[in-house]
Structure formats: structure tokens, C-alpha cells
């Protein structure tokens, strides 16, 4: 079964920045798959903040562009997500998967952003 471990989160304070990182225990499952940031917020549905294809090609949600950026390296098994300029209502918990067919959740990393 494919884990997904995420980590990075933390507190921060509006215009700040964090870094996430996930790292996917199958290389092969890894290396051939687009990867995706998704986050669920307090009594929110689930969903995806930023995509990248095995080949590196980025997309992202209207409300983080220019904001995040989204990282690949297969030999490593990693995803990263860069970001920068946070608001409040980034405040989530932020999970990497696959896209678009998701397979099983990892916990996620909380993220807050608050004054």
C-alpha cells in the first residue's frame, strides 16, 4: 500500500511562508504519476491547490497563483510546496496525493495562518 507523508506546517502570521514537503514510500507509483497538493479547510470539502505532472508541467488554483509553487524530484520520491505571502483563508490542512485518482490519504500537515 502507498503511504504519503507529509510534513511542514505550522503557525504563521499573514504575509508569511512555509515549505511543505511529502514524501511518497513507492518510486515507481512516484515517478509516474502527476502529484497534487490538495488542502480541506474547517467544514470545507476537500480541494486541489496545485498539480504537477511526472514531467513537471505546474497548475494551480485561481486563489494561490502567484502565491505557491509546486516541486517535483522522482528520484527522491518528493513533492514540495512553496508558500509564500500567506493568507487566512490558507488556513487548511494540506495533504499530497496522487491526481487525478487519488490513492489512500496520508494525515496531512496543518497549516495556520493567523495574527
Known amino acids: 500500500q502507498v503511504q504519503m507523508v507529509e510534513s511542514g506546517g505550522g503557525m504563521v502570521q499573514p504575509g508569511g511562508s512555509l515549505r511543505l514537503s511529502c514524501v511518497a514510500s513507492?518510486?515507481?507509483?512516484?515517478?509516474?504519476?502527476?502529484m497534487g497538493w490538495y488542502r480541506q479547510a474547517p467544514g470545507k470539502e476537500r480541494e486541489l491547490v496545485a498539480e504537477?505532472?511526472?514531467?513537471?508541467?505546474?497548475t494551480y488554483t485561481d486563489s494561490v497563483k502567484g502565491r505557491f509553487t509546486i516541486s517535483r524530484d522522482n528520484a527522491q520520491s518528493t513533492v514540495w510546496l512553496q508558500m509564500n505571502s500567506l493568507k487566512p483563508e490558507d488556513t487548511a490542512v494540506y495533504y499530497c496525493?496522487?491526481?487525478?485518482?487519488?490513492?489512500?490519504w496520508g494525515q496531512g500537515t496543518q497549516v495556520t495562518v493567523s495574527s
Open positions: 504537477i505532472t511526472s514531467f513537471g508541467r505546474e
Open positions: 513507492s518510486r515507481n507509483m512516484f515517478r509516474v504519476n502527476s
Open positions: 496525493n496522487t491526481y487525478p485518482r487519488p490513492l489512500g
